[in-house]
């Protein structure tokens, strides 16, 4: 129900576009949250917008390099990634769920997982 796209391999400095494709109109209601696992690390929070208000959320990591926006027509959220620097490396999966605002970060809060895409960032 959630499909992860548009990793790649990129230099420092450079941009990527990830974007999450949801089914349909069910998860307008919902929270879509972006994560991040790096090899031998734990799966993070990234970023989250609430569908309905638009309301984002950001990792202090990626706070002013990130930025979330959905596109209603296609059912899909984006997360556009500037300035992107070599510890950004990892594989990013986007998640919903129903949550408070404080579980945000919570991966647990979330219900739905798509498959992961990779996202590589060379020095």
């Known amino acids: 129900q959630l499909q992860a796209s548009g990793g790649g391999f990129v230099q420092a400095g450079g941009s990527l576009r990830l974007s999450c494709a949801t089914s349909g109109s069910t998860f307008r209601g919902y929270t879509v949250g972006w994560f991040r696992q790096a090899p031998g690390k734990e799966r993070e929070f990234v970023a989250g917008i609430m569908w309905s208000t638009r309301i984002t959320f950001y990792a202090d990591l990626v706070k002013g390099r990130f930025t979330l926006g959905r596109d209603n027509a296609k059912n899909t959220v984006y997360l556009q990634m500037d300035n992107l620097e070599p510890e950004d490396t990892a594989v990013y999966y986007c998640?919903?769920?129903?949550?408070?605002?404080?579980?945000?970060?919570?991966?647990?809060?979330?219900?739905?997982w798509g498959q992961g895409t990779l996202v590589t960032v060379s020095s």
């Open positions: 998640a919903a769920g129903t949550m408070i605002q404080s579980s945000w970060r919570n991966r647990h809060a979330y219900n739905y």
